[in-house]
T-cell receptor, first 111, second 110 residues
Framework: DTGVSQDPRHKITKRGQNVTFRCDPI?????LYWYRQTLGQGPEFLTYFQNEAQLEKSRLLSDRFSAERPKGSFSTLEIQRTEQGDSAMYLC?????????FGPGTRLLVL | DQQVKQNSPSLSVQEGRISILNCDYTNSMFDYFLWYKKYPAEGPTFLIS?????DKNEDGRFTVFLNKSAKHLSLHIVPSQPGDSAVYFC?????????FGAGTRLFVKA
């Protein structure tokens, strides 16, 4: 399977803890995106990488959120001091051009 | 500022009939439109796209229509099949930033 993969698929954590998610894009895709999706809404853009450079961050991405893409391959999204409002599905997508291909997502539940 | 609106939260269609999902958008700076399908517990799956220089794109049972003057996009599925039951998102992109609608849940009854 050469699609976008994400790990873990599910994460339950207590408020105040840090969590880190990983995304492995389609291998030839130089663009990588993170989105957040809550119930009844479409995916909301969080951040975008072209190769290893983080070129855009949404206002949704507070200081507690940080994303990296070392060497322009896989990416990590870290949330520090999690809050209950962070509970959501975190989606990663990759692309060569305009069509983005999504991974299965990581569902986060903050208790 | 909701730039992509899917005004119907759900749609129910009989198997074999046509499903029509609608989407309205604002801000014409974005020049590429897409439809994604999402099953529970999975990420969105790309379905079909259309560039703003076209008004129709067809792929098998799926056809997307773009009416730029009305800023309206629609997805036609014909014939509808029970396996098409999912949430459908329309989206627009001008490059890296893609904005999604809230989705329409399609039920195809056997």
């Amino acid at each position: 399977d050469t699609g976008v993969s994400q790990d873990p698929r599910h994460k339950i954590t207590k408020r105040g803890q840090n969590v880190t998610f990983r995304c492995d894009p389609i291998s030839e895709h130089n663009r990588l995106y993170w989105y957040r999706q809550t119930l009844g809404q479409g995916p909301e853009f969080l951040t975008y990488f072209q190769n290893e450079a983080q070129l855009e961050k949404s206002r949704l991405l507070s200081d507690r959120f940080s994303a990296e893409r070392p060497k322009g391959s896989f990416s990590t999204l870290e949330i520090q001091r999690t809050e209950q409002g962070d509970s959501a599905m975190y989606l990663c997508a990759s692309s060569l051009l305009k069509t983005q291909y999504f991974g299965p997502g990581t569902r986060l539940l903050v208790l | 500022d909701q730039q992509v609106k899917q005004n119907s939260p759900s749609l129910s269609v009989q198997e074999g009939r046509i499903s029509i999902l609608n989407c309205d958008y604002t801000n014409s700076m974005f020049d590429y439109f897409l439809w994604y399908k999402k099953y529970p517990a999975e990420g969105p799956t790309f379905l079909i796209s259309i560039s703003s220089i076209k008004d129709k794109n067809e792929d098998g049972r799926f056809t997307v229509f773009l009416n730029k003057s009305a800023k309206h996009l629609s997805l036609h599925i014909v014939p509808s099949q029970p396996g098409d039951s999912a949430v459908y998102f329309c989206a627009k992109t001008g490059g890296f930033k893609t904005i999604f609608g809230a989705g329409t849940r399609l039920f195809v009854k056997a």
